[in-house]
T-cell receptor, first 111, second 112 residues
Framework: DAGVIQSPRHEVTEMGQEVTLRCKPI?????LFWYRQTMMRGLELLIY????????DSGMPEDRFSAKMPNASFSTLKIQPSEPRDSAVYFC?????????FGPGTRLTVT | GENVEQHPSTLSVQEGDSAVIKCTYS??????FPWYKQELGKGPQLIID?????GEKKDQRIAVTLNKTAKHFSLHITETQPEDSAVYFC???????????FGQGTILTVHP
């Protein structure tokens, strides 16, 4: 199995630009999670989907963040407009039961 | 909501020694407790987990214990090796709810 796939692995953008992060979950998994990791706040859950439906988006910091899951094999996390404080590593994880499996992450730097 | 506290934040041991990391949780309804290992530049990797109907679980050099009454659980690594050096995270959730709450992480360094 290829595991959770994320792209891009690194993204550098200027403040105000739109950023789109992509995730392909493990085949057969029905839940997908987006996390953000920073030194100050650790690992934070932003949003998660079950069977492509958003279940809990209470971790999404503000309206600049949005996530979609148009089908079982693809999800996006979009930030528009981006700000320097959005700089972090963003992880996608998927699961079929309790065990969540993480992707390699996208390191986002907003200058 | 759930709150997970993890200690210590850093742990340094000699190769061959044991390492213990402890976590406490606040929500008595939590019933699933995984541990993740994160190496530099990589995503967290699930290494072991325990459910509330079990008090202890072991997998080779790694073991996890759970005390539901006290609401704490621990990770034990025996015969540590340099490749065990990483950041370790505990987490807690309510099964079927899906949402994991993570501890702050422990940086484990194993000196050869």
């Amino acid at each position: 199995d290829a595991g959770v796939i994320q792209s891009p692995r690194h993204e550098v953008t200027e403040m105000g630009q739109e950023v789109t992060l992509r995730c392909k979950p493990i085949s057969g998994h029905n839940s997908l999670f987006w996390y953000r990791q920073t030194m100050m706040r650790g690992l934070e859950l932003l949003i998660y989907f079950n069977n492509n439906v958003p279940i809990d988006d209470s971790g999404m910091p503000e309206d600049r963040f949005s996530a979609k899951m148009p089908n079982a094999s693809f999800s996006t996390l979009k930030i528009q407009p981006s700000e320097p404080r959005d700089s972090a590593v963003y992880f996608c994880a998927s699961s079929r039961g309790d065990e969540q499996y993480f992707g390699p992450g996208t390191r986002l730097t907003v200058t | 909501g759930e709150n997970v506290e993890q200690h210590p934040s850093t742990l340094s041991v000699q190769e061959g020694d044991s390492a213990v990391i402890k976590c406490t949780y606040s929500d008595s309804a939590s019933n699933y407790f995984p541990w993740y290992k994160q190496e530099l530049g990589k995503g967290p990797q699930l290494i072991i987990d325990i459910r509330s109907n079990v008090g202890e679980k072991k997998d080779q050099r790694i073991a996890v214990t759970l005390n539901k009454t006290a609401k704490h659980f621990s990770l034990h690594i025996t015969e540590t090796q340099p490749e065990d050096s990483a950041v370790y995270f505990c987490a807690a959730s309510i099964t079927s709810y899906g949402k994991l709450t993570f501890g702050q992480g422990t940086i484990l360094t194993v000196h050869p």
